[in-house]
């Protein structure tokens, strides 16, 4: 949670920045709430956000994303939230460096994903071929089942990143509870490395969500 719970906060306040305090009236606020809750951050913790998105100091946070090649030609992408680009910047650069890799310059890898909205919504009482007729209006690209940690199963829809505030209506107006929604990068094309050259990405990874600015990394190394 030390490291879910401040991205999550950053989400919030960015969100309630960008389309003011009321999660009725700001969807985006609506689904970083959300978000927030299933992650079971406390109710303080996320008022706290909501109110930071007023104070003097957040007012410069921005959704900023950098894109460059990891060891081994894996291209990465990293979304991040920050109030301090040149900050920003100058870490990722020093991270993609010591790791045998290099920061590009924007649109340098985004071009080898696609940028899908998804939303996860509870399984149970859900008869699919039904739900993806009523679905498809909203514009929905793929529907599938997943099963969940606890062995339990969940189903996933994505959407293109331009559908995604069309399906979130949808989907609330349809009743359905969303568990959580999420705007993803997927690689067209994945690399396949070895056992040691993938542990190389990992790291890299990791070094990457350690930085309090990021939000997500993606990368087109093959699951």
Request: negative net charge; glycine residues 8%; charged residues 25%.
């Amino acid at each position: 949670m030390s490291r879910v719970f401040p991205k999550l906060s950053k989400a919030i306040t960015f969100a309630a920045k960008s389309g003011g305090a009321d999660p009725e009236l700001n969807a985006p606020l609506r689904m970083a709430i959300q978000n927030a809750k299933n992650a079971n951050m406390p109710k303080d913790n996320i008022e706290a956000a909501i109110r930071r998105a007023t104070d003097q100091d957040q007012s410069g946070l921005d959704n900023i994303r950098y894109e460059g090649y990891g060891p081994h030609g894996i291209a990465i992408i990293v979304e991040t939230t920050t109030d301090n680009p040149n900050r920003t910047v100058a870490n990722l650069r020093t991270i993609f460096g010591r790791a045998g890799g290099s920061l590009g310059v924007s649109n340098s890898v985004a071009f080898q994903f696609s940028h899908l909205g998804v939303f996860r919504i509870p399984a149970a009482g859900q008869d699919l071929d039904e739900l993806q007729l009523q679905l498809i209006d909203y514009g929905l690209e793929e529907l599938m089942e997943e099963e969940t940690e606890d062995g339990g199963a969940e189903l996933v829809i994505l959407t293109p990143f331009e559908a995604f505030g069309q399906m979130q209506k949808g989907l609330e107006g349809l009743g359905i509870e969303i568990l959580k929604a999420e705007i993803q990068w997927f690689p067209n094309v994945t690399t396949e490395l070895t056992e040691a050259q993938q542990a190389d990405i990992d790291k890299l990874v990791d070094k990457l969500q350690d930085d309090d600015d990021v939000q997500d990394v993606y990368t087109s190394l093959a699951p």
